[in-house]
């Protein structure tokens, strides 16, 4: 059973930083292509970036080029996005995925799998 869970998010000031996490079982880590989103109330979930299964490639969503890293570390089955300068219109709840696509572009892997999420607020 494919389990992934996300931590670090919380309060935080504009122009602050966070690292967020997400844990994977379940699945052979490495071989997943892993991304990043997020949702506001009313809205559709939004992509936010997503890494390679080996880490060599990454995808950023224009709104948070610059301000965004992801990362993983498949020896802790973890992945990570860093986001810096952070700004009100970053809060959401962000989700971490899996993608079990092999081929094609990262940016159009389609996940299969999807963590329960957590929340970002950030104040100004």
């Known amino acids: 059973q494919v389990q992934l869970v996300e931590s670090g998010g919380g309060l935080v000031q504009a122009g602050g930083s966070l690292r967020l996490s997400c844990a994977a079982s379940?699945?052979?880590?490495?071989?997943?292509?892993m991304g990043w989103f997020r949702q506001v109330p009313g809205k559709e979930r939004a992509f936010v970036a997503a890494i390679s299964g080996s880490g060599g490639i990454t995808y950023y969503a224009d709104s948070v080029k610059g301000r965004a890293t992801i990362s993983r570390d498949n020896a802790k089955n973890t992945v990570y996005l860093q986001m810096n300068s952070l700004k009100p219109e970053d809060t959401a709840v962000y989700y971490c995925a899996a993608s079990s696509d092999r081929a094609g572009l990262l940016r159009n892997a389609v996940y299969n799998y999807w963590g329960q999420g957590t929340q970002v607020t950030v104040s100004s």
């Open positions: 379940g699945l052979t880590f490495s071989l997943y292509r």
